[in-house]
């Protein structure tokens, strides 16, 4: 019977897979081309040893899969906090399920009047 059911589940799990965002295309990958348009540094290592993943001359963004939004807005926060530059977050949304994700961050940032600029990205958007 268990058997039965992995044989059920495999596929589905491969399916599930197959429409997610492809491997070789990590959060680094769109971390590089989008701060690169807005002629920022990438990779910045702060006071404290942290590194801000794109730092231009008015903000100080953390960039992220939309699954970990409530990540970043701590990020964000202290990227601004050590280097004196107001709060970014950029938010990779590459289907509709990553767009809940983006409400739930906009709907904190509203909540708590949180002093946080929000972009999206895709990978279309940045070949």
């Known amino acids: 019977m268990?058997?039965?059911n992995m044989i059920l589940i495999l596929p589905f799990t491969l399916l599930m897979a197959s429409c997610s965002i492809p491997e070789n295309i990590n959060e680094k990958w769109y971390q590089q081309r989008w701060c690169e348009q807005?002629?920022?540094q990438v990779e910045v290592i702060l006071k404290d040893k942290t590194r801000c993943d794109c730092l231009t001359d008015d903000y100080a963004i953390e960039v992220d899969f939309s699954r970990k939004w409530a990540e970043a807005v701590g990020q964000s926060l202290h990227y601004a906090k050590m280097t004196g530059k107001q709060a970014g977050i950029l938010l990779i949304v590459e289907?509709?399920?990553d767009k809940k994700h983006l409400a739930r961050?906009?709907?904190v940032i509203t909540f708590h009047n949180l002093p946080i600029t929000v972009w999206t990205t895709?990978?279309?958007e940045l070949d």
Do not use: A, H, W, Y
């Open 2 to 4: 268990i058997f039965n």
């Open 38 to 40: 807005k002629d920022g």
């Open 95 to 97: 289907n509709k399920n």
């Open 105 to 107: 961050l906009k709907s």
């Open 122 to 124: 895709r990978q279309s």
